[in-house]
């Protein structure tokens, strides 16, 4: 699986938008940008994922560049509750690779 | 529909003794993974089974560990004669069918070796 690059911290105001950079420069054609967090202790949780396209739900958007070797994660409209550590992996089938991840803090 | 489960939440060992760890998929789902937490450490992968079949066992510590999924029942992950080193937070993880890599994670249970 590729490796994945994030900043390890940032802040963001409650209520605007949270942009979540990620970098995998080594991404091969079949595999995909997933999203994860975790929130204090808990167990991760699925957020988004995407190939080439780009990807809304309700929880989020994930915008991949054309050439796929990075992509942003966009939080619309931060609340407290999505203070965590969100998780960029780029996989296939299987295993979740997850490295440090980039903890955000979504202050008052 | 209710979410993975995992149990016990809490458990403590001695240097020694022995751990079953139980995870039950959410409903339809037949692929399980297993994941170790250390302390202010990030997530490492264990295990990825389907029923019966151990499909990816290539995080899995060569001793001592063993993890199961069997046709009827939960899946099982156990840890022989524990040691300190053991202690951590262990999540479980499932998956449907669907050919998309999106794992849905129990709350995990949180192993402490006295």
């Known amino acids: 699986d590729a490796k994945t690059t994030q900043p390890p911290s940032m802040d963001c105001a409650e209520g605007r938008a949270a942009n979540l950079p990620c970098n995998h420069s080594?991404?091969?054609?079949?595999?995909?940008v997933y999203w994860y967090r975790q929130i204090h202790s808990q167990g991760p949780q699925y957020i988004i994922h995407?190939?080439?396209n780009n990807e809304t739900n309700e929880m989020a958007s994930l915008i991949i560049t054309e050439d796929r070797k990075s992509s942003t994660l966009i939080l619309p409209h931060a609340t407290l509750r999505d203070t965590a550590v969100y998780y960029c992996?780029?996989?296939?089938?299987?295993?979740?690779?997850f490295g440090a991840g980039t903890q955000v803090v979504v202050t008052p | 529909n209710a979410g993975v489960m995992q149990n016990p939440r809490h458990l403590v060992r001695r240097r020694g003794q022995e751990a079953r760890l139980r995870c039950s998929p959410m409903k339809g789902h037949s692929h399980v993974y297993w994941y170790r937490q250390l302390p202010e450490e990030g997530l490492k992968f264990m295990v990825y089974l389907q029923k019966e079949n151990i499909i990816d066992e290539s995080g899995m510590p060569k001793e001592r560990f063993s993890a199961e999924f069997p046709k009827e029942g939960p899946s099982i992950l156990r840890i022989q004669q524990v040691v300190r080193g053991d202690s951590a937070a262990y999540f479980c993880?499932?998956?449907?069918?669907?050919?998309?890599?999106?794992?849905?994670f129990g709350p995990g249970t949180r192993l402490t070796v006295l």
């Open positions: 995407g190939l080439k």
């Open positions: 993880a499932s998956s449907p069918e669907t050919g998309v890599n999106e794992q849905f």
């Open positions: 992996i780029v996989t296939g089938w299987g295993k979740l690779q």
């Open positions: 080594t991404i091969s054609g079949n595999e995909y």
